[in-house]
């Protein structure tokens, strides 16, 4: 059973920054791609990032040139870099795992921008 965990969320305001983290249980090589998602009550589930194994990103317009996603292949660990926050990136926010026998998620965290 692969796990995934995530951290980093909390509490900032419009205009900050946040990192958020995702280990995996086992080597993210493993994986045909490694994404963030998140979800706001009410809404659909909206992939935010993806990193392929070839390095390849892309991200959802709203975040591109804010977000970063990245990944320490050693550590296992995905990483999202958000910087300039507003209040629509308010959301719970979930990393991914996508291989060949399934999609694998963490159990989220939270990230509020509020002034």
């Known amino acids: 059973q692969v796990q995934l965990a995530e951290s980093g969320g909390g509490s900032v305001q419009p205009g900050g920054s946040l990192t958020l983290s995702c280990v995996v249980s086992r080597s993210i090589l493993t994986f045909y791609t490694m994404n963030w998602y998140r979800e706001t009550p009410g809404n659909l589930r909206e992939r935010v990032a993806t990193?392929?194994?070839?390095?390849?990103?892309d991200y959802v317009d709203s975040v591109k040139g804010r977000f970063t996603i990245f990944r320490d292949d050693s550590n296992n660990t995905l990483y999202l870099q958000m910087n300039g926050l507003n209040t629509e990136d308010t959301a719970v926010y979930f990393c991914?795992?996508?291989?060949?026998?399934?999609?694998?998620w963490g159990q989220g965290t939270q990230v509020i921008v509020s002034s």
């Open positions: 991914m795992a996508d291989g060949a026998f399934g999609q694998y």
């Open positions: 990193i392929d194994l070839g390095d390849s990103v």
